[in-house]
Structures are given as C-alpha cells and as structure tokens.
C-alpha cells in the first residue's frame, strides 16, 4: 500500500529482550537492542500496527518502545510523524491500545495523525488463509488511511 516514492518496512520486535537501563548504564547494550534502534533511527515515520492485550498495548510494544526512549536524551522516536492502526478479534476494535499508544507517542514527542482514525474489529474475519484480505471495503479504506497518513506526514516534516 505504500504510494510510489515510499517505502514501508517492518520493524521486528520479537527478539528483544526486556529493557533494562543497566544496559546503557554498564555500557551492555544487548546487540538487538542496537540493530532495533539503528531501524527505527533509518525510517522518517511510524504506522504502529497493534492488537489490543487487556485493554492497552502488548507488552512488547511498550517494551520496544522504552527500548527507543533510552538513554534519556537519545530517543530514536522524538519528531517521527507517526499514526496508530488498532485491532482487535472482538467488537472493540482496540480502542483501548489505540488510545494508551497515543499517550506514550506524547511523551516521546511523536507528532500522531489525529484522522482518520483506523479500528480494525474481529480481524481473524478480514483475512483469508493466505493472509490476504477478504473485503475490497476494508482494502479501500486500509488504503485511504496509509493515503491520509502520507498526506499528512509530508504535511509535518
């Protein structure tokens, strides 16, 4: 969905360990803990993409993200133009990950697009075996929303 002229990657968050500031400190930075932030440094914008765990975002999105924020002074996420992209299996839509995202992407000084506003309900349905998407609706709007976002982000840089 990445208009012509951008490109979109995927930031693995599977093999970080969780943060501990005694790795800046003692000078032990775990390796993933540098090529994760050597990532998210290259990139000029963010579209989180996150499932809802007990009405907030999972723990390893949190992780990563305090892994970005530190050492104090060295955030790779401070000015990054970023949008937050929620789902959930249920009704809910994950407006609750949604929603504590955004308040950590304030802390981080992450400017976040306030419109549209992507909710993705019962996203076990949206897909088929092959991972591809069922409803041309949801691809349309799927692909308004990456639209908005790139209009807005070339808005804000």
């Known amino acids: 969905m990445a208009p012509k002229g951008f490109e979109f990657n995927i930031i693995p968050l599977d093999d970080l360990p969780v ?37 907030s975002v999972p723990g390893v999105l949190k992780n990563a993200l305090d892994i970005g924020s530190r050492p104090m002074g060295s955030s790779v996420w401070s000015g990054k133009p970023a949008a937050v992209f929620s789902n959930s299996p249920g009704n809910l839509s994950a407006f609750g990950a ?12 992450m400017p976040t697009m306030q419109q549209p506003e992507v909710y993705l309900a019962q996203v076990k349905e949206l897909f088929d075996e092959s991972e591809n998407l069922k409803s041309e609706e949801t691809e349309d709007f799927l692909q308004k929303a990456v639209n908005a976002y790139i209009d807005w982000f070339m808005k804000v840089i």
């Open 19 to 55: 943060y501990n500031p005694d790795f800046d400190d003692e000078n032990r930075v775990p390796e993933s803990y540098v090529v994760f932030r050597n990532a998210v440094k290259a990139v000029d914008g963010v579209i989180f993409i996150t499932p809802e765990y007990n009405r």
């Open 98 to 109: 949604n929603h504590h995202l955004r308040q950590s992407l304030v802390f981080l000084n």
